[in-house]
Every structure is written in C-alpha cells, then in structure tokens.
C-alpha cells in the first residue's frame, strides 16, 4: 500500500471566519490539482463558514485542538463532537505549543486521542525534541517516550486513523528546518517504533509526516524523503499561493 500524502494547514491563532473564507476562495481554484490529502486546520470560529466553502471542492477540515471529556462543565473548552458537527474530519492533537504554553502532557495527549477516535475523528499526533535535547543527544529518547505514552492502549485497528507529525521544537517558528537528512532519520525511527509498538503492517501503512518552517523552498526536498509522508505547515500555510505551491510540491 502506498501512503498518501497528506499537507496540513495550520492557521493558530489566525485569521477571521471572513479571512478564512477569502482564502479558501482562492485557494479552491489551485487546489483542484493536487492529488495530496489537503486539509485546513483554522481556528474554532471560522469552522461553520470554512464548512460551507469547502463544499465540493478536495479540501477537508480540521481543528487545532479539542478537550478529552465529551461533556460538561468546562467553560470555555471545545468537544470532539462539536468539532465532528462542524464539519471537521481531523484534529491536531499534542502540538508544542499546546504542551509548551497549555501544559499539556502525554498522559493527557493519549485521553485525548482516544476521545477524538471515539468519535470518529482522525488525529494529528505531535512529537518531537526541543533544542535541548536534542542538543544532548536525547532526541531518540524524547520522541519514543512520547510516542509510547499518547498511543497507549490504542488498538490496530485504532492506529489506522492516525498520522504521527514529527516536529522538532525548535524548528517551529524558527525558520530553522530540519535537514531532509535529519527529518528522515528520525521519521525512520518512529516507524521502527511503530512496528515495535504494533506490527510490521501498522509501521509500512501509518503516515508521518513532518512540521517545522516548512515552506516553499524547502518543501520538495523534504517531500521526495522515502519515510516523510506530507508536511504539517503552520506559517508558509497562511498564503493560499504558497500553500498551494507546497501542496504541489
Ligand atoms: P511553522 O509551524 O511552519 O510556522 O514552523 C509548524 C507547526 O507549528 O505546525
């Protein structure tokens, strides 16, 4: 089986639910063809308008983030079920930046997931190193300690609805990449661990794909690496041009 490969946009905190749709105005007209998975994750509010414009074209949906509780008392937070009724098909789940500045943990990443599954969500699973670490030779250690933790008790069958990003901190943001050669050894590793963790099936057909400073210039080169599957874009996405220069690459 060949994996698809899937170029994620994700907006943060950008963009109104008017800017959101201008973009995909002109996105949709680049976007026809592209054979890559494409899909927009923008901010909870522009959701329910995204929903509509996206209608018949080959962009799909997705949220940045989601609570683990189907339910209740928690102001302010968003359920998968809400995200599912807005149209979403996935949801990001463990970025950084939610592990950096919400404290979110793996323990807490893996409840997620397996809510986000329960409703039929497809989930974004993020890793990956801080600078540190890396620094210190701990890469390897960091990444396969969270893996192991947020795909806790998830079944086979349940794996088949996730994609793992690979996106080393300090890459993000930064406009530092990762070497396509860096990218790939660690893309290489999680896939041996996923075939520790599950199968040899499970490690061949799982998607990984990788974020950190992607853009337009380095995108074809890390795309055309055997193990990186697609691209999860944060600031290159924000232009309907350039995204969709990296969704062709
Ligand atoms: P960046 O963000 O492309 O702006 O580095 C990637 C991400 O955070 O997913």
Known sequence: MTRRKLIAANWK???????????????????KKIKNEIVIYPPFTSLPELNKAI?????????????????????????????????CEYVILGHSERRAYFNESDELINKKTKTALKNN?????????????????????????????????????????????????????????????QAEEMHKFIRQMLKKLFNEKVSRETRIIYGGSVNE?????????????????????????SFAHICSS
């Open 13 to 31: 905190m950008n963009k109104t639910a008017q800017e959101s749709v201008s973009f995909v105005n002109e996105f949709r007209e680049l976007a």
């Open 121 to 181: 969500l497809r989930v974004i699973l993020c890793i990956g190193e801080t600078l540190q670490q890396r620094e210190s030779n701990q890469a390897m250690k960091t990444v396969e300690s969270q893996l192991k933790t947020c795909l806790k008790n998830i079944s086979n069958e349940e794996i088949k609805s996730i994609t793992i990003a690979y996106e080393p901190v300090w890459a993000i943001g930064t406009g530092k990449t990762a070497t396509p050669e």
């Open 55 to 87: 209608k018949n074209t080959n962009i799909l949906l997705g949220a940045q983030n989601m609570h683990q509780e189907e339910k209740g008392a928690f102001t302010g937070e968003v359920s998968a079920s809400m995200l599912k009724n807005s149209g």
């Open 217 to 241: 210039s380095n995108a074809k080169e890390l795309l055309s690496m055997e193990d990186i599957d697609g691209a999860l874009v944060g600031g290159a996405s924000l232009d309907a041009r």
